[in-house]
């Protein structure tokens, strides 16, 4: 099995993360790569990204490994993304970062600094009456409050402004970065078609935000804003309504996008992995991961990510990673997803 650039030929299929447009506008560079057999046959493709800051070049994968063939295994994976790595070590990459939260992987090559991780979803293809009924009941209750006292919902770009600002000040309450505005807008128009931005108002005043990413494939909830105050049902309507959106248009899955796997008991970690699972979600878990191609810069990578933000997302989920003891079940359940 062997990794070699092939021609990006996207389609509604497929992940929206894996499409030209997109991948250009969040990338400097960008590409499929594919898994190729010894019988020519190209088995799987990855989407990534070469992004460079200062003297810097990085990998970023914005969607996991999509199979494209029947039978592609676990192990196939594995020795794929390993020469995908001698790949991206010969065209002058110098580090793999780890990927958007998104991007859960079934397995990770040799030599990685891997994470498991996790994410909520919800198969669209039930009725919308199981779809409801799978809500927990005080979130059917709070929804139904939202529409009582005229929570409104709105879809389009016009609070595009203000729904950046919501955003960014939520990130802010959690001490957590957020992207310029102008990456925002760049994000969501680079999505075109398939990107929805939704708003919930109350009394004149905006409560809650979220950006979508969708093709037929699956709908991705990426990023969310909320008021500090706000009507208690107000993005809970937000999501109901956009699971509602996107089962009408054919979308096969709804992903909340991200979870840290055993969340510290009482963190805020716990409490958003338990708003999205009382929406009826299935957790699927694997891995995030990163890998050092050029040992003296991706020392340069981690000493500045620990300086500027106390490390990413693998720094701080990797001692988790012993007690992922049952891999291969955890593997299993996202082969659907794949």
């Known amino acids: 099995m062997r990794a070699a650039p092939v021609p990006i030929e996207w389609s509604p299929r497929f992940p929206i993360f894996a499409s030209e ?97 996790g994410s909520y979803v919800i198969d669209l293809n039930a009725t919308e009456d199981v779809l409801w009924r799978n809500i927990g009941r005080i979130y059917r209750q709070n929804i139904a409050t939202a529409q009582r006292d005229s929570v409104s919902v709105r879809e389009g770009l016009d609070d595009l402004e203000a729904a950046y600002q919501l955003t960014r000040d939520t990130f802010r309450r959690s001490d957590m970065p957020f992207m310029s505005r102008r990456s925002y807008d760049r994000f969501l128009r680079g999505l075109g078609e398939n990107g929805k931005l939704m708003t919930a108002h109350y009394q004149g005043v905006l409560q809650s935000c979220v950006a979508y990413a969708f093709s037929k494939r699956c709908a991705y909830a990426v990023y969310a804003g909320n008021l500090a105050a706000q009507h208690q049902g107000a993005n809970k309507l937000i999501y109901w309504e956009a699971i509602r959106l996107f089962k009408q248009l054919g979308v096969q899955q709804f992903d909340f996008v991200g979870a840290r796997l ?43 990510v620990r300086l500027l933000r106390g490390g990413d997302i693998v720094d701080r989920e990797r001692h988790k990673l012993r007690d992922f003891a049952d891999s291969a079940a955890g593997l299993r359940e996202i082969s659907e997803r794949a």
Request: glycine share 10%.
């Open 262 to 304: 055993n969340p510290e008991k009482g963190s805020k970690q716990e409490a958003l992995n338990l708003f999205k699972k009382r929406f009826g979600t299935t957790l699927v878990r694997g891995y995030m991961w990163k890998y050092a191609l050029r040992p003296f810069k991706s020392l340069v990578y981690s000493y500045a």
């Open 21 to 117: 447009s997109f991948l250009r506008a969040v990338g400097d560079k960008y590409g499929w790569l594919g898994g190729i057999d010894e019988s020519g046959a190209v088995k799987c493709i990855l989407p990534f990204t070469l992004v460079r800051k200062g003297f810097l070049h990085m990998v970023r994968f914005r969607v996991e490994t999509i199979p494209v063939r029947e039978g592609f295994d676990i192990m196939e994976e594995r020795l794929f993304l390993e020469s995908a790595m001698k790949y991206f070590r010969s065209i002058g990459a110098d580090i793999v970062i780890p990927g958007t939260t998104n991007a859960i992987f079934r397995t990770f090559p040799a030599g990685a600094d891997a994470a498991p991780y």
